[in-house]
Structures are given as structure tokens and as C-alpha cells.
């Protein structure tokens, strides 16, 4: 069992930075992949960026190609994920997640809301 604990949201405005962080509680962080997620209001949730195991390989939605860095410390049990040029677009609450597989995850953490004025 994973649980996952999101922090590092906040508001700010159009062209800043946030970084937000994930912790995961268990011994076995360094064996799942983890992922970012984001959903807005009246949308439905979506990919925003995942690292393997190692942090040796990432991907990115295109929307935030360029702008975000997803990271991990697996001595901390942390992912990261920068945020950088931030756009209104870019406010949602914004979910981690890990799983076996970049493109499975089977545990999900709270989320972290993160809004972004004009």
C-alpha cells in the first residue's frame, strides 16, 4: 500500500512558478513509476507528466512541454513537479500518482489546488 500526500499549491499569477511536491509513505517508492495529473473545473482529469522508476525517462503533455519538470528523490520518497510560465490554463487541482507502469497507476493521492490569475 502507497499513500500519497501533495503539497506546494497555491495561487499566483500569470507568468510564475510554483513547485509542487509528493510524498509517498512505504519502502517501495524507487519501484513505481509516478505521475502528474491536473482536472478543471467542469473538465475531466488529465496527463500532465510521468517519470520512470530511475528518473532516467519523462514525458510530458504537450501543453506543458517546455514550461514544467517532473523529478524524483527516491532517498526521499519524492516526486516533484516545477512549474514554470504558469498560464490561467494551467489552474486545476493537480493529483500524484504511482503505479507499476508509466501508463498504469493504482494510487492516487488528494490533490493540491493550484490557480493561476491573469
Known amino acids: 500500500q502507497v499513500q500519497l500526500v501533495e503539497s506546494g499549491g497555491g495561487l499566483v499569477q500569470a507568468g510564475g512558478s510554483l513547485r509542487l511536491s509528493c510524498v509517498a509513505s512505504g519502502r517501495t517508492f524507487s519501484m513505481y513509476a509516478m505521475g502528474w495529473f491536473r482536472q478543471a473545473p467542469g473538465k475531466e482529469r488529465e496527463f500532465v507528466s510521468t517519470?520512470?522508476?530511475?528518473?532516467?525517462?519523462?514525458r510530458y503533455a504537450e501543453s506543458v512541454k517546455g514550461r514544467f519538470t517532473i523529478s524524483r528523490d527516491n532517498a526521499k520518497n519524492t516526486v516533484y513537479l516545477q512549474m514554470n510560465s504558469l498560464k490561467p490554463d494551467d489552474t486545476a487541482v493537480y493529483y500524484c500518482?504511482?503505479?507499476?507502469?508509466?501508463?498504469?497507476?493504482?494510487?492516487w493521492g488528494q490533490g493540491t489546488q493550484v490557480t493561476v490569475s491573469s
Open positions: 517519470i520512470n522508476w530511475s528518473g532516467g525517462g519523462t
Open positions: 500518482a504511482a503505479g507499476p507502469y508509466s501508463n498504469y497507476y493504482n494510487y
